[in-house]
């Protein structure tokens, strides 16, 4: 039986700096349907032992808040060809939701998130590692318009957790995870030329895939 080969491309960097815009732009450069997109956001852990305002005190920026062994997981069941079920997180409460959002398999699977490259079992799954290299500022103010607008947070608060977690997480666990990076993409909406490359290395990943599943079995 055929099983179609998956290639894994993580994309890391900090909070704010278009890891999630450069995803997009990698999957709608590609065939319809050939690109799948996880993001480790969705893997945070359930806190529903614990009262609402305790869990909005809890520090998301390390990597002990998120359910890394479920993706390293759930990424191995896509490689042998198996759906998965992702589970879908709400900001606003910070709990899971009672859905979850079913995956397929497909020829490249895109996993974004600041911590992507800190866990090296997880990082030894992609095939590709990318790191959005954002300045501060920029990433900063897109993290405070974000959580503002998107999840109806106030200045304040967003501000308290920036300087008591995001940015020292920021320090010690993202920033260092870029030596484990492949390339490096600085300042996210810059980098047209570099990502029409990337690109075209996923195209070539693509056609390979569908190339093997429409030849027939021996």
Known sequence: ?????????????????????????????????????????????????????????????????LD????????????????????????RTHQRKDKVQRIEPAPVIIVEGILVFENHKLRDLFDLKLYVDTAADIRAIRRFTRDMTERQRDFDSIRDQYYRHVRPMHTQFVEPSKRWADLIIPESGEYIAGLEVITARLLAETSTTLSSQDAPEL
């Open 1 to 65: 039986m055929y099983t179609p080969s998956t290639f894994i491309v993580g994309i890391a960097g900090g909070s704010g700096s278009g890891k999630t815009t450069i995803a997009r732009h990698l999957i709608n450069g590609l065939p319809q349907e050939t690109a799948r997109l996880i993001q480790h956001d969705s893997y945070y852990k359930e806190q529903t032992d614990i009262s609402p305002h305790r869990r909005r005190q809890q520090n998301f920026d390390h990597p002990d808040a």
């Open 68 to 91: 890394t062994r479920m993706l390293i997981t759930h990424l191995t069941h896509l490689k042998s060809g198996n759906a998965i079920d992702i589970p879908m997180y709400d900001f």
